[in-house]
């Protein structure tokens, strides 16, 4: 059977299409179903952003080096990018609630070991095996979501499961301050513990299983190895590139490796009776749109949101909590406007409210690029709230067009199709930017040190100069006198304020092309296939 038959299949049969009796106790109960998935997605959403924190106690603690700081990042990163999409196939395969549960239960022993640690290697390890049982929480949530929610109620509910992700991300650095800050890096990752805890009995007596008629029952192993081989080149490349230079030949080396793979496995999906990714899935235009919507959103979202870390802490000489603080605009509109977006989705349907969305996204982009090092709070809150308003919508509509787009048994590999594009977007946009960033700065940082007077660099001194500076830091030591290291500070954060605006520009640009790509979504086809499946 083809990937095309099986979609088709899929359209044609009438299963999952009532709307099923109003749950009775607990088990099942749509509201409490999304309570429950929302502990176990607050955990890997806040574990995105709450490390980057402790990262200096642990490279202080264990001795480590700056790769394998890096590591405990990258390693993370790598593990939920490769693994997400087969991931939601096990959901599919076995239903999301077995599949849920167990990434509650793994997520938060890794996290325990990670606490318990006593060198980096095995920090890295566990960050690694956090990143797998993510992947394996992330989709079947969603799954969990669309099975269970009747339609006229699914884009409430994934507009408050967006609330969540977008909370716990934003607020990721300014717990993750405080922890480290009153009591150490290891409770970071224990707060994960009794998290899970708490998410894993809620799950064994609210949620329920659901699965379609027609799921999956047999795995595309080769599908799965390439996919993962393909997913790992083209992430790897996007992390190492800024590293290696942009035209190394082991940078180019990967990415045309995962283009390859890609093809590779696009071919193979065509005679495989139970594809992967049936590739007739994008034959929905909405579902594509869908896709490369939350790859750009990620891109602009993601790699803009780097530098304003850097430009709070570095420039505006910030503590890690004042900065978590100083971004309540950007979190607190999310909270706010996620919900409302989706009651305003399921009232017009998503095309409006995406759009929308991604033109406040690139006029909040365009605004930031303005920043300066003596902008004050105000103006900066105003932009980032408008980007949270912005992205509201975004987060909670390309999510239900891509899986209420795709058949009901797909709505696993749809979830990690969406989590996967955001995964990709947001690693392309840290790239991508960053380079831009350091494009911007060696090409600024000589002349600008020249202008103010300061003493000659060598070509060794300037591009140590030009890497600290690149992140907002003044290349100052301990022997250079007061006035001097005044002068290096405001020439160091002229040059990065001026890389970030055009990177700020360049992330506008995206999300302008990402508003006229919304034009092309549309309700999902298959939404009303949730909430009428077989239960198990």
Known sequence: ????????????????????????????????????????????????????????????????????????????????????????????????????????????????????????????????????????????????????????????????????????????????????????????????????????????????????????????????????????????????????????????????????????????????REPLIPLAMFRSVPLSAGVVLMVLMAFAFMGGLFFVTFYLQNVHGLSPVDSGLHLLPLTGMMIVASPLAGAAITKVGPRIPLVGGMVCTAVAMFGMSQLEIGTGTLTMSIWFGLLGLGLAPVMVGATEVIVGNAPMELSGVAGGLQQSAMQVGGSLGTAVLGAIMASQVDSKLGDNWKAAELPPLSPQQLDQASSAVEVGIPPVNGNVPPEVAQKIAGVAHDTFVSGMSTAFMVAGIVAAVAAVVATLTKRGANAEAGAGVGHI
């Not at 996290?111 to 980096?120: E, R």
């Not at 080769?222 to 790992?232: D, N, P, Y």
């Open 1 to 272: 059977m083809t990937s095309q038959t099986t979609v088709e299949k899929a359209s044609r049969e009438p299963q999952d299409t009532a709307v099923p009796a109003p749950a009775k106790g607990l088990r099942g109960h749509p509201w409490l179903t999304l309570f429950s998935v929302a502990i176990g997605v607050m955990m890997v959403a806040l574990d995105g952003t709450i490390v980057a924190i402790a990262n200096p106690a642990i490279q202080h603690d264990l001795n480590a080096s700056l790769a394998d700081v890096q590591w405990i990042t990258n390693g993370y990163m790598l593990a939920l990018a490769v693994s997400l999409i087969t991931a939601g196939k096990l959901g599919d395969r076995f239903g999301h609630r077995q599949t849920f549960l167990i990434g509650v239960v793994g997520f938060a022993a890794a996290s325990g070991a990670i606490g318990l640690s006593d060198s980096v290697a095995l920090v890295i390890v566990f960050r690694v095996l956090q990143g797998l049982f993510g992947a394996l929480l992330m989709p079947a949530a969603l799954g969990l979501l669309r099975a269970t929610f009747p339609a006229e109620k699914l884009n409430m509910a994934i507009g408050i499961w967006g609330m969540v992700i977008g909370a716990s991300t934003a607020g990721g650095p300014i717990l993750g301050g405080v922890l480290v800050e009153h009591v150490n890096w290891q409770s970071v990752f224990f707060i994960n513990v009794p998290v899970g805890v708490i998410a894993l009995l809620l799950g064994l007596v609210i949620l329920k299983d659901h699965r379609a008629q027609n799921a999956p029952r047999s795995f595309d192993i080769g599908g799965i190895v390439l996919l993962s081989q393909a997913m790992f080149c083209l992430i790897w490349a996007l992390i190492k590139g800024s590293e290696w230079g942009w035209g190394d030949y082991k940078t180019l080396g990967f990415l045309g490796a995962a283009v390859a793979l890609f093809v590779v496995f696009a071919l193979s999906q065509k005679n495989v």
